[in-house]
């Protein structure tokens, strides 16, 4: 091995070795690396980096529902609120 340069081995842990080196190659950390590698070994490729579907709309909340998001955000007035008056609250907080 040449001088100042080290074989890059990512351990034990890591699950699929050849994408862990191409992430890295690409300039990923090696934990994000690890991550996305072992992540890829344990589910189907084409899932990985997908992101999760869709939010419900807030039209098929129920009141109690959208009063507790309110509540979570710090909306005033939301317990007095109707349902078409929450919804506007949160849609432009």
Do not use: Q
């Amino acid at each position: 091995m040449p001088t100042g340069t080290r074989a890059r081995t990512p351990g034990p842990s890591v699950k699929d070795k050849p994408l862990y080196e191409k992430l890295r190659d690409e300039g990923n950390s090696k934990a994000k690396s690890a991550r996305i590698a072992n992540a890829a070994a344990n589910t189907s490729r084409s899932a990985i980096g997908r992101k999760g579907g869709a939010s419900p709309s807030y039209d098929d909340w129920t009141v109690e529902r959208l009063r507790r998001r309110a509540a979570e955000i710090g909306i005033d007035g939301r317990s007095s609120m109707r349902k078409s008056e929450l919804i506007d609250a949160l849609r432009n907080s």
